[in-house]
Each structure stands twice: as structure tokens, then as C-alpha cells.
């Protein structure tokens, strides 16, 4: 392979779906393609010469190097990860595309800064330690109150929907989901409820206001907390609602009648999950439930978080998502019994799709808030984050258990919570 353009040499290791045009006025692929990659700088092609996967894609994008036309970023994202990324060729295939691009693709090029952020908690200290979890959670949830408020919308829920019908709106299926979580725990005026992992308040407002329970709802993210306080004054709803700013494990009250945890296993590591279930447990009543809400690998044995790639250096760093055996298998060890499960991640990809269109239309406003370097990854996880779920490759189960007595479950026969 001879030295080439640097337009003609990429379209080798792009999908035809793709046209690209380069710095050195080269043009590749067909000219009437749904997506065109323009590369802007020599030094967008060391990231992708050098970084696994699409890793080298999403760190020229992120710095500006590197830019798309396309209908929107999923239609990026999908388009790419049908393609041989430069990153996943073999040594002798890389060669080739070097020698096409020449020495351009040899610079040395400085990180994003978002992605050195994500490491700069890290130094030094053990993961799931209370430390560096609370640093971690800090570097994904506070971001910007008004950021997450743009993207999510009203409800201010970072978690699934459940959608009651296609045609159901974001806020209409978040509104479902926390009814869901209330009736599969059985919630009833005066009972007491302990939410972890409790974001920005949703779950304890809804459970409080439509189902009269007390709760003590708890979060690592400081912002988070702070919001959820103001809306529960703002909701008048101070006497029967307690945030804390706090770890799930600092928690010392036993006795609650229910537990819920929704998006928080994920953060928590899979060699603390036997931990982390007998925690919950021991701070139920007999007969008390829990439901875990969780994003779940396809199978136990399938790959954890790679933690070189794009979510863990940017987004959710030190995050790890089991497999739905592990899961359960944690809470029958606990001592729970389990008694069902369902799989939502045709929701959860709705619900990407929802958050991704939020941030479409308040793109200006997101840029001047957080960046558009930061803007642009948050695009990216949620266009990867729907098609995962699209494919399968990961999913989104919601686990109920009960602290049974002597076999004594005080369950239904048969499921009475509906759909």
C-alpha cells in the first residue's frame, strides 16, 4: 500500500455508509452517504492510530479534532460499531493504514482534559473505598444541576423509564417507573422507606406524596443532595423526607418496611456486591422488601466495564455492571428471597433516545453550561448506552426481594402490582 490520502486511506477501515474529508483536501467513500467524518488536525489520526477500539474516535471528537455530519450522534454510533476500528486491526493491517497516512499519524497529542480528569481521583487509592467512590460519583453527578436538568427534563430522574406505551413521554414513563418500584414494594401510608443511591430526590418525592410513607433517602453526590433537599421543601414535604449527603453504608436505622435502590448497584463493584446486599438487609424488617433496579451484563460471564475504554475514562469511572446471576445470587446470600424479576432495557433504549433529544434541543445551552467538549461526550454515552441496549449487550433488571420469617413472605399469590 502505497502513501495515500488521508481520506481514501481511512475509508479502508470505515463502513460504506461513511464519507470522509481531511486537512489534506482528500475525500473517501461515496459521496451520497448518510454520515461524513471530516478530520480536522494530523493529530486526530495518532488517537486513532493508538487507541483501542473507538477510543481514538471519541477522544478526537471530544478535543475538536475529529468532527461528523450526521442525522444524529446514534446514527454515528451505530454506523461505527459495525466498522473494523483502527484500534482493533491487527499489527500488520496497522502498518498499512500508518504507511498510507504517512507521518502525520505519529504526533504526540495531549489527552482531553475530561479524560485526564476521570483518572486524576484515582491516584493511589484502592477502588470502592468510601474515598474514591464518593470522587468518582462527584465526577459523574456533579456535573451541573442545570446540565442534568436540561437533558432529563423535569423529573430530574438519570435512571429507566418504563414506558407505559410508545407513544408515552419521558416524563409520563419516569412517573411509571417510580409507581412501579412503589407498588412492587408494597408501599402504604406510614411506612418507613430507605432509598439509596436516591439522585435527585424522584423516588422519595413520588413515595411520599402518593403513597404517605416516611423516607430516608441517601446520596454520595453532594449536588444531587442539595437539590433533592430544595425540592422536597419546595414540595412541602420536609416532615415526611430526609435527604442525606451521605455513603448508602453509613446508614444505622433497621427496621424499614421497604428498600429501594435504584442505580446504585452499579456503581458499588462486583466483589462488593455480597456486601453491599447484606448491608440492605440487615436494615429490613422481617417481611420487608427490597428492589434492586439495576443495568446488568447479557450473561455473568460476559466482560465487565473495559476500564480502557471510552465510559470508564470519561463517564462512570470506576463503574462495573454484573451479570443478573450475580445479582440474585448476592441477595439470596444476604438472606433475602427472591420472588421476581423483569428485564427492561427496550426502555432503557427509549430512554436514551429521550435524553439524547433533550440534549439535541438545548445544545446551545448545555455547551455554554458545561462545554462542548463535555457536551460532546455526554452525546456520545447516550448514543452508545441506546444501542447497547438495542443489541442486548447490556440490559436493565429490576429484582424484588423479600426478608421472609420462618418461610413467613407475606407476598401476594400471585403478583398485584400490574404493569
Not at 473507538?54 to 459495525?82: I, K, M, N, Q, W
Not at 444531587?224 to 453504608?249: H, I, M, N, P, T
Amino acid at each position: 500500500m502505497g502513501r495515500r490520502g488521508v481520506a481514501e486511506a481511512l475509508t479502508t477501515v470505515l463502513p460504506p455508509t461513511v464519507r470522509v474529508t481531511a486537512y489534506d483536501g482528500s475525500q473517501g467513500g461515496p459521496a451520497d452517504a448518510t454520515i461524513a467524518l471530516h478530520v480536522r488536525s494530523p493529530r486526530a489520526l495518532t488517537h486513532l492510530v493508538i487507541a483501542p477500539g473507538g477510543l481514538g474516535l471519541a477522544r478526537g471528537y471530544v478535543s475538536g479534532l475529529l468532527d461528523f455530519e450526521a442525522p444524529d450522534h446514534h446514527a454515528v454510533v451505530s454506523a461505527l460499531a459495525t466498522s473494523a476500528h483502527i484500534g482493533d486491526l491487527s499489527w500488520q493491517q496497522r502498518l498499512q493504514v500508518l504507511r498510507a497516512l504517512g507521518p502525520e499519524a505519529m504526533h504526540v497529542v495531549e489527552l482531553p482534559p475530561q479524560e485526564v480528569g476521570a483518572k486524576r481521583y484515582a491516584a493511589g487509592l484502592r477502588a470502592h473505598t468510601l474515598r474514591r467512590d464518593a470522587a468518582a460519583i462527584a465526577h459523574h453527578y456533579d456535573v451541573s444541576n442545570d446540565f442534568y436538568e436540561r437533558m432529563l427534563g423535569p423529573s430530574m430522574a438519570y435512571t429507566c423509564a418504563v414506558y407505559p406505551a410508545e407513544e408515552a413521554t419521558l416524563e409520563q414513563a419516569q412517573e411509571a417507573k417510580f409507581d412501579l418500584v412503589c407498588r412492587k414494594l408494597g408501599l402504604a401510608p406510614g411506612m418507613r422507606l430507605l432509598d439509596v443511591g436516591c439522585g435527585w430526590g424522584g423516588m422519595a418525592l413520588h413515595a411520599a406524596r402518593h403513597y404517605g410513607v416516611q423516607v430516608v433517602a441517601v446520596t454520595l453526590s453532594r449536588q444531587q443532595a442539595e437539590w433533592a433537599a430544595k425540592a422536597v421543601a419546595d414540595a412541602g414535604l420536609s416532615e415526611q423526607v430526609e435527604v442525606r449527603f451521605a455513603d448508602y453504608r453509613s446508614v444505622t436505622e433497621h427496621g424499614f418496611d421497604a428498600v429501594s435502590s435504584i442505580g446504585l448497584t452499579e456503581h458499588i463493584g462486583v466483589a462488593n456486591l455480597d456486601a453491599y446486599a447484606a448491608q440492605l438487609a440487615s436494615r429490613l424488617r422481617p417481611g420487608g422488601r427490597l428492589l434492586n433496579h439495576c443495568i446488568t451484563r447479557a450473561d455473568d460471564d460476559s466482560p465487565p466495564i473495559n476500564p480502557r475504554g471510552f465510559i470508564a475514562r470519561y463517564v462512570f469511572p470506576d463503574g462495573e455492571i454484573p451479570g443478573l446471576g450475580r445479582v440474585v445470587g448476592a441477595l439470596q446470600r444476604s438472606g433475602l428471597e427472591v420472588r421476581h424479576e423483569e428485564n427492561l432495557r427496550e426502555h432503557y433504549a427509549m430512554t436514551c433516545a429521550a435524553w439524547a433529544a433533550n440534549l439535541d434541543a438545548h445544545w446551545a445551552e448545555a455547551v455554554q453550561e458545561v462545554g462542548l467538549a463535555s457536551t460532546r461526550v455526554w452525546a456520545l454515552y447516550l448514543a452508545g448506552s441506546r444501542l447497547a441496549f438495542e443489541r442486548g449487550d447490556i440490559q436493565l433488571h429490576q429484582v424484588l426481594a423479600v426478608k421472609s420469617e420462618r418461610g413467613r413472605s407475606g407476598m401476594p399469590l400471585r403478583p398485584d402490582w400490574g404493569s
